[in-house]
């Protein structure tokens, strides 16, 4: 900030310098516009066009976070202008780089900006992507100024904090603009019991239930929903907290409030807990199979595949309830080797009077269930 504020200054008095030693130069004739007058000693190359006074660069969004839906398309908004405006265009650089979500810190510490890393530079009509965006993102530009990011078939691990920065010589301001998923927070151990992962096998078990280590906002947005869950898990910032909506001994206690009980940062390799995985919107569809008989595990996963389709992952599971409304009383394998199954409308014989994912754990798998697709 400080820098961004000296920096017109000296700009001021080196070019001041400048027009006192090198009169008569070619090439730095000062030009005049509205009152203002700025100097280009850039020989069109866009770099080093300098400000005298008064014209100052706005870079806004009107939305400083955006929610979206995995696999469709989404707009971060982001403009700039000038005050007062310029009555040439002016040269701009844009950049959009990101902060995965799993490497913010809350509250959000200085070295987070060392950590951003490019999503797309843009310079006049030309521009580039990178990493896991390139060929899904560009500048939205329905406007003058327009320099909205568009990023196509959103994946979970899009989510995070982008900064639309606009580089106009010296002048460099930014705006950031959240991203987050629409989906759904669920707990998960390991079939070899409880607190059994560490960081990296949590991570591991998210990914092979087609989901990802749930985000602080994402576990606070899913307690403020009512999950109370007295089991402790990884989050994908490496810290280890839980939901509590009725404090309980044995949960913190009664005397603490309602809230995300943390254990902080714990050691990634060496502690082990269970963990928050979260999920967003499938493209297919998790069903019911129906079967003639009950099927061991075996059997269920071949079932299936007969039927054109695969057993479904918990993860799959756990948004279909959530954001399609899955419902079926019947338990079912999954493709981990725990039976579940998904209720929303809550009714006698169908567990708890609350809506939720039904859990009956990892039994043997020699036990027959029914199971559930995913096509
Ligand atoms: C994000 O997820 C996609 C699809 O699952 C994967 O191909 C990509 O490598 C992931 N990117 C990162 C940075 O983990
Ligand atoms: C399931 O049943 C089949 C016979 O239909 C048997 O071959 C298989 O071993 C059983 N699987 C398990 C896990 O018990």
């Given at each position: 900030?400080?820098?961004?504020?000296?920096?017109?200054?000296?700009?001021?008095?080196?070019?001041?310098?400048?027009?006192?030693l090198?009169?008569?130069?070619?090439?730095?004739?000062?030009?005049?516009?509205?009152?203002?007058?700025?100097?280009?000693?850039?020989?069109?190359?866009?770099?080093?066009?300098?400000?005298?006074?008064?014209v100052?660069l706005?870079?806004e969004?009107?939305?400083?976070s955006?929610?979206?839906?995995?696999g469709?398309?989404?707009?971060?908004?982001?403009?700039?202008?000038y005050?007062?405006?310029?009555?040439?265009p002016?040269?701009?650089?844009?950049?959009?780089?990101?902060?995965?979500?799993?490497?913010?810190?809350?509250?959000?510490?200085?070295?987070?900006?060392?950590?951003?890393?490019?999503?797309?530079?843009?310079?006049?009509n030309?521009?580039?992507?990178?990493?896991?965006?390139?060929?899904?993102v560009?500048?939205?530009?329905?406007?003058?100024?327009?320099?909205?990011?568009?990023?196509?078939?959103?994946?979970?691990?899009d989510?995070?904090?982008?900064?639309?920065?606009?580089?106009?010589?010296?002048?460099?301001e930014?705006?950031?603009?959240?991203?987050?998923?629409?989906?759904?927070?669920?707990?998960?151990y390991?079939?070899?019991?409880?607190?059994?992962?560490?960081?990296?096998?949590?991570?591991?078990?998210?990914?092979?239930?087609?989901?990802?280590l749930?985000t602080?906002?994402?576990?606070?947005?899913?307690?403020?929903?009512?999950?109370?869950?007295?089991?402790?898990?990884?989050?994908?910032?490496?810290?280890v907290?839980?939901?509590i909506?009725?404090p309980?001994?044995?949960?913190?206690?009664?005397?603490?409030?309602?809230?995300?009980?943390?254990?902080?940062?714990?050691?990634?390799?060496?502690?082990?807990?269970?963990?928050?995985?979260?999920?967003?919107?499938v493209?297919?569809?998790?069903?019911?199979?129906?079967?003639?008989?009950?099927?061991?595990?075996?059997?269920?996963v071949?079932?299936?595949?007969?039927?054109?389709?695969?057993i479904?992952?918990?993860?799959?599971?756990f948004?279909?309830?959530?954001?399609?409304?899955?419902?079926?009383?019947?338990?079912?394998?999954?493709?981990?080797?725990?039976?579940?199954?998904?209720?929303?409308?809550?009714?006698?014989?169908?567990?708890p009077?609350?809506?939720?994912?039904?859990t009956?754990?990892?039994?043997?798998?020699?036990?027959k269930?029914?199971?559930?697709?995913?096509?």
């Amino acid at each position: 900030m400080m820098l961004s504020l000296l920096r017109p200054l000296l700009v001021f008095f080196l070019s001041l310098l400048l027009l006192l030693l090198l009169p008569g130069t070619q090439g730095w004739a000062p030009g005049y516009s509205n009152g203002f007058h700025y100097q280009d000693i850039s020989n069109g190359n866009g770099n080093g066009e300098i400000y005298f006074n008064g014209v100052r660069l706005l870079v806004e969004s009107p939305q400083p976070s955006v929610l979206a839906t995995r696999g469709s398309s989404v707009i971060l908004p982001c403009h700039y202008h000038y005050e007062p405006e310029p009555s040439t265009p002016r040269r701009t650089r844009v950049k959009w780089s990101w902060l995965p979500a799993n490497t913010i810190t809350e509250p959000a510490s200085p070295e987070d900006l060392a950590k951003e890393t490019e999503v797309m530079v843009t310079m006049g009509n030309r521009h580039r992507s990178y990493g896991s965006f390139k060929g899904r993102v560009r500048l939205r530009r329905s406007a003058p100024g327009d320099m909205s990011l568009v990023i196509n078939e959103l994946q979970l691990n899009d989510t995070g904090r982008y900064r639309c920065e606009v580089i106009d010589g010296l002048e460099d301001e930014s705006v950031t603009v959240d991203l987050e998923l629409r989906g759904v927070v669920f707990p998960y151990y390991s079939q070899k019991g409880r607190y059994h992962f560490n960081f990296f096998e949590a991570q591991q078990a998210c990914r092979d239930q087609d989901a990802t280590l749930a985000t602080f906002e994402q576990l606070f947005t899913a307690w403020e929903d009512g999950l109370d869950w007295c089991n402790a898990g990884w989050l994908a910032d490496g810290t280890v907290q839980y939901p509590i909506t009725v404090p309980r001994d044995g949960c913190g206690g009664v005397d603490l409030a309602p809230g995300l009980r943390s254990y902080g940062q714990r050691h990634r390799l060496l502690h082990r807990y269970d963990a928050f995985c979260f999920s967003a919107s499938v493209k297919g569809i998790v069903y019911f199979l129906k079967h003639p008989t009950k099927l061991n595990f075996t059997e269920a996963v071949q079932a299936c595949a007969s039927d054109g389709s695969q057993i479904a992952k918990v993860g799959q599971l756990f948004a279909s309830w959530r954001l399609k409304g899955l419902d079926h009383c019947d338990a079912g394998w999954l493709a981990d080797g725990s039976v579940r199954y998904p209720i929303n409308k809550a009714r006698s014989n169908c567990g708890p009077p609350e809506p939720g994912v039904r859990t009956f754990g990892f039994p043997p798998l020699f036990l027959k269930y029914g199971v559930y697709c995913y096509l």
